[in-house]
Nanobody
Framework: HVQLVESGGGSVQAGGSLRLSCTASASTASSYCMGWFRQAPGKEREGVALLDADGTTTKYADSVKGRFTISKDNAKNTLYLQMDSLKPEDTAMYSC???????????????????WGQGTQVTV
């Protein structure tokens, strides 16, 4: 069973930056499709970013394109989300997700992931 643990959330002023981390319990980062999702109170879950298993393809929601960057460190088995130029509308609980089968490459598709973390809160 793959366990995912997010960290790095917090409170930041508009225009600031945060880097979220998602550490996996197994050799997940190097071989899994991984993504970040967020959910604000009263709103639907939104796919934010996606990174395929070999790290060559990224996808972003239009709302974060140019401001957020998804990346991973296979040696540390960790997925990252660098968030710059943060806006109040970025406030949400952010969760990472992983799946061993190939990505659907649809950043919005939560059903493609089997494994989920508990989330970390970001407040702008």
């Amino acid at each position: 069973h793959v366990q995912l643990v997010e960290s790095g959330g917090g409170s930041v002023q508009a225009g600031g930056s945060l880097r979220l981390s998602c550490t996996a319990s197994a050799s997940t980062a190097s071989s899994y499709c991984m993504g970040w999702f967020r959910q604000a109170p009263g709103k639907e879950r939104e796919g934010v970013a996606l990174l395929d298993a070999d790290g060559t393809t990224t996808k972003y929601a239009d709302s974060v394109k140019g401001r957020f960057t998804i990346s991973k460190d296979n040696a540390k088995n960790t997925l990252y989300l660098q968030m710059d130029s943060l806006k109040p509308e970025d406030t949400a609980m952010y969760s990472c997700a992983a799946e061993s089968t190939p990505c659907s490459y649809d950043v919005r598709d939560a059903n493609q992931y089997k494994h989920w973390g508990q989330g970390t809160q970001v407040t702008v």
